[in-house]
Every structure is written in structure tokens, then in C-alpha cells.
């Protein structure tokens, strides 16, 4: 597992954050994962990833470059590891190797809680339904119901709510008609005994042969036809770098399918930097999903990236 340090003065690690393949970014911008407040540095200056079991590093398009080991970056380089990383004149980054990641993901483990008090319930599914409707995983008078969105293998928690995904941390505060419940992280006892249940997304996606649509199919005959452009530019983007990846073989299965914001702009619309309307054709495509019987929640967005859940693709 590989870790990107942002290093103080002292040159010891102030910042501490995982690499994977999903793109991490980096700049001076407070909207990036690791944030290098320094006037010679852009305000989304790089990103970095893993890929093949390899750390890679993009500049993306920066006013002050980017080098590592003093050599500048043009487009995308390997990291080597330990060799000082620089953004304009800013002070250094490295990539350091953690060794092997756990072989059952992170340990981290979640309980959620009423705030009035009673029995915490173990959040012991990728896909945890708080609400009033029948099959939810925890029952509430009222609602609308929400989904609480956990990824066994990094641990972090995030909150659905309609279309819309929040980011969770211990103590927050979630209300579900009206009744309010605390997220809390399990203690190692309590963590160890605690099993997460993947969610499947059993769908078949195929992009028609006039490239005009693309369909989701399930095993129980549900359907959504997906006809409006930017929609199927959006499915098309993510179906065929799950694809690729697949093909490729080189990213452990929770790695595969995820494309940048970036990337997913360039589908849709031919350029970078439209990461707001992303969010509303995301969102669009979500609820025609649900709308259709499936589950919207295969799209699955986390930070700059988005991925499509499936169980095959057929590029036609």
C-alpha cells in the first residue's frame, strides 16, 4: 500500500494520505485531497494513482511544473519511491511503500446510534437503508429513507440522500424523519467480530450499436434504456474503462472502473473543468436508473472520481 507525504520543515510527514487507483489531487486549492498552500503552486496542480502496482504522477497543466527527483513532469511519469516531489517551488512530497494492504480491507468498522439512546446496530452491509420502508436495515418511524454507502476496503462512510453523497466521520449526526442517530466507529473488540456484506449489482450493460443508447439489464428483467446524450457519454466513459480494466488485469477488483472527473468531463463534453455539471448529469442518470427499477447506487462517486458498478459490459 502506497502513502503520499507532504513534509514540514523538519522533513518529517505533516500529511499523511493513501494512494490508490482512484486519482488523488493535489494544489492549492482547499477543493483537493492534500491542499499545498503556496502562491507558486496551482490550484489543482497534479494528481497521483496506482496502477499496475506502480505510482504515477500528471501534471495538470501548472503554471510552475511539477518534478520528481528534479526531473520535470510532461503528462504522466512514474513516481519512484522516496524521491522528493515538488510543485512549483512549494517544499516537498514523497511516496513511501507501506508494505502489503490487510487482505480483508481496512479494519475500520462502524456502529450507528440513537442520540436519545438505546442499542447501537452494527452498519454490517456495503449498502445500509435507514427508513420507514420494509427490507431497510434499520427500521424508523418516518422518512424519507436514506442509504448509508460503506467501502470495505478502505473503511470510509458516506451518507446518500436522494442523489446527493456527503462524506462521514465518527460523531456525525444523521436524521431520518425526524429520529437521530449518531455514526460512531467500533471499538477493535466489537470491530473484529463485525462481517460487511457486499452489495451485488447484478446488471449487464450494453451500449447499442447506434451509440445512441445504452441499456441496463438485471437477472429479474428489470430494464432502463438511457437515451439522452449526456447520460449515455457518461455510462460509455465509465463502461469502458471498467472494461479495460478488467481486460488488463493489473487492479484488484475494488479498484477497477474508476475515472477521473477530468476524464469523465473529456467524455462527456470533449474538455476538462466542468466538474459541477458532472454532478448534475450523475445525479440525472441516477434517478432515471431508479426510476426504472435498479439501483441507482451503481454509479458510485467518492472525491474526483466515479465509477460503474456491474457485473458485465458489452461494448457491442
Known amino acids: 500500500m502506497f502513502e503520499l507525504q507532504l513534509l514540514g520543515d ?52 501548472s503554471s ?39 487482505a480483508e480491507g481496512s479494519s475500520r468498522r462502524w456502529l450507528v446510534r440513537p442520540v436519545d439512546g438505546g442499542a447501537a446496530r452494527a452498519i454490517d452491509r456495503e449498502r445500509f437503508r435507514i427508513g420507514p420502508e420494509p427490507g431497510a436495515d434499520l427500521r424508523t418511524t418516518a422518512g424519507p429513507g436514506v442509504v448509508l454507502l460503506l467501502s470495505p476496503e478502505t473503511g470510509d462512510l458516506a451518507l446518500g ?36 456484506e457486499h452489495h451485488p449489482y447484478p446488471y449487464v450493460v450494453r451500449l447499442q450499436p447506434d451509440a ?29 474503462r471498467l472494461a479495460h480494466d478488467r481486460t ?3 487492479l484488484p477488483a475494488h479498484e477497477q472502473g474508476w475515472v477521473s472527473d477530468e476524464d469523465v468531463a473529456i467524455g462527456i463534453w470533449g474538455r476538462a473543468g466542468r466538474a459541477r455539471p458532472i454532478k448534475v448529469v450523475l445525479c440525472r442518470t441516477r434517478a432515471q436508473i431508479r426510476e426504472s427499477g435498479l439501483d441507482g447506487w451503481c454509479l458510485e462517486k467518492r472525491g474526483a472520481a466515479t465509477r460503474l458498478r456491474a457485473a458485465e459490459v458489452d461494448l457491442g
Open 64 to 102: 510552475n511544473g511539477t518534478t520528481v527527483g528534479g526531473q520535470e513532469v510532461k503528462g504522466r511519469s512514474r513516481v519512484s519511491l522516496e524521491a522528493p516531489i515538488r510543485l512549483g517551488r512549494a517544499r516537498d512530497l514523497r511516496v513511501v511503500d507501506l508494505g502489503a494492504a490487510p
Open 212 to 240: 445512441q443508447t445504452v441499456t441496463l439489464e438485471d437477472p429479474a428483467g428489470a430494464h432502463c434504456a438511457v437515451t439522452a446524450a449526456n447520460r449515455v457519454a457518461l455510462v460509455t466513459v465509465l463502461a469502458q
Open 10 to 61: 523538519d522533513g518529517q510527514p505533516e500529511v499523511r494520505v493513501p494512494l490508490a487507483a482512484v486519482p488523488l489531487y493535489v494544489g492549492r486549492a482547499p477543493h483537493n485531497h492534500v491542499v499545498v498552500a503556496h502562491p507558486s503552486v496551482s490550484g489543482r496542480h497534479a494528481s497521483l494513482f496506482v496502477q499496475g502496482g506502480v505510482v504515477w504522477i500528471e501534471d495538470l497543466g
Open 248 to 250: 488488463d488485469g493489473q
Open 161 to 196: 440522500e436522494g442523489d446527493e453523497v456527503h462524506a462521514l466521520d465518527a460523531g456525525d449526526v444523521v436524521t431520518v424523519g425526524g429520529q437521530r442517530l449518531r455514526v460512531e466507529l467500533a471499538d477493535g473488540t466489537i470491530a473484529a467480530t463485525i462481517q460487511v
